[in-house]
């Protein structure tokens, strides 16, 4: 299978605390080999909510993803995590419920569910139901097990591309409880509904719309005043989509037609940083910039408009504010609209991300005998590569030209 044609694992999810909590008790965690393309995820839904549970459920989903990379059998993992875990007297059920998601580079994926809601999968605009091995799980210490004894589910099966996962915590299928058009919550046959008729609606959308999507109808049915925490996780498999970013002039004033035409070129989106960058694309091929005043924001340099770019950005303080942005979850609700948040979608939204960075220095920014500015610009773009290859999970590369 060729390189182009290769199926991108994109893993995207979208939480809200519970109504004036301000830590989630909730936790989503999600890592990839960058060598082999494996993928790990792990969904746990800590006992209540606030500080209490997200600790709980921190450590439930941190256990699980370390365990899983360890290669140790996922059977294994789920029985340690259950006897590492306290237990609520009053209730008599773990602090926990977790769901872990393993999928292999040969695309066999395999599911440890506990105590969350059953995962939704969907494959070929259709509902698949999975077959599941249920075991009961006996606990060592019989004195502080509960009383109602733990049922791991277990599935394994073989991706396919187009195939999505959705699997999300019980905030979402008990949103609304207790009103009376859903006095029992939405419920978990109304939340596979939904996800098909999203899908449906737009068959491309990607993983982290989707989770948004079922996120935000479940805050609806809360009155958008969440009764606990809520969360969404989607695994979608499906061709890259890919994002050039080009950020300073090259080296050689003579590399210039050579720069623009590697721009031109490029099958995907493109994205340009810099005034001196943006002035040589628009030369070599006779563009004309025009400038977006729609989203102006006094922080944040204006971003411009060119033929064959997604937008045209300021640089240094463009791209700072962008790492700042993805070191922070990357949450550009609530903000002004600007240069950014809009970069920073554009990368959420992509797969595969080039960067291909200019190594010339502004003579109109820095004395040449003081090459701050570039290693500025480069420490800015490997600070934002780290943070897309490490944290979102994307495909990275830089190029210096």
Not at 90 to 117: H, K, Q
Not at 162 to 169: A, I, M, P
Not at 239 to 256: A, H, I, M, Y
């Amino acid at each position: 299978m060729s390189e182009s044609k290769k199926t991108f694992i994109e893993v995207g999810h979208y939480q809200v605390c519970k109504h004036k909590q301000h830590a989630e008790g909730d936790v989503f965690l999600s890592q990839k080999n960058p060598t082999d393309g494996r993928v790990i995820t792990a969904l746990s839904d800590g006992l209540g909510s606030g500080i209490k549970a997200g600790v709980l459920a921190t450590l439930t989903a941190t256990m699980a993803t370390r365990f899983i990379a360890a290669d140790i059998p996922m059977r294994r993992a789920a029985e340690i995590i259950m006897n590492t875990l306290p237990v609520c007297k009053d209730r008599g059920i773990s602090y926990a419920t977790f769901t872990l998601v393993d999928i292999e580079p040969n695309n066999t994926v395999r599911i440890m569910e506990y105590d969350n809601p059953p995962y939704v999968l969907i494959r070929q605009e259709t509902i698949v139901e999975p077959i599941k091995d249920i075991k009961k799980l006996e606990r060592k210490n019989k004195a502080t097990a509960p009383k109602r004894e733990a049922e791991l589910q277990y599935s394994r099966y073989l991706a396919r591309p187009g195939d999505r996962l959705v699997f999300f915590s019980d905030g979402v299928t008990q949103s609304g409880m207790g009103s009376p058009n859903h006095p029992f919550g939405w419920g978990y046959e109304n939340v596979q509904t939904f996800i098909l008729e999203k899908i449906l609606e737009n068959p491309d959308i990607s993983a982290r719309n989707l989770a948004k999507a079922v996120v935000k109808e479940a805050l609806m049915y809360d009155g958008y005043k969440s009764k606990d925490d809520i969360t969404c996780g989607v695994i979608y498999g499906r061709n890259p989509r890919d994002l050039l970013v080009l950020t300073g002039p090259p080296l050689r004033k003579e590399s210039d037609g050579d720069y623009a035409r590697l721009f031109d070129s490029f099958d995907g989106k493109r994205i340009i940083c810099g005034g001196t960058t943006a002035n040589i694309i628009s030369r070599e091929l006779n563009r004309q910039i025009k400038v977006q005043l729609k989203d102006f924001d006094v922080k944040i340099p204006p971003y411009s408009e060119m033929d064959g770019a997604e937008m045209v950005t300021e640089g240094i303080i463009t791209m700072g504010a962008v790492a700042e942005l993805l070191e922070n979850g990357a949450k550009t609700e609530g903000l002004k609209p600007n240069a950014a948040t809009k970069m920073v979608d554009l990368f959420l939204d992509s797969d595969r991300i080039k960067f291909v960075v200019g190594t010339k220095i502004n003579e109109a920014h820095q004395d040449p005998n003081m090459p701050v500015e570039l290693e500025i610009r480069r420490n800015v773009v490997k600070k934002i590569a780290s943070l897309l290859q490490d944290v979102y999970l994307k495909e990275v590369s830089i190029q210096y030209f």
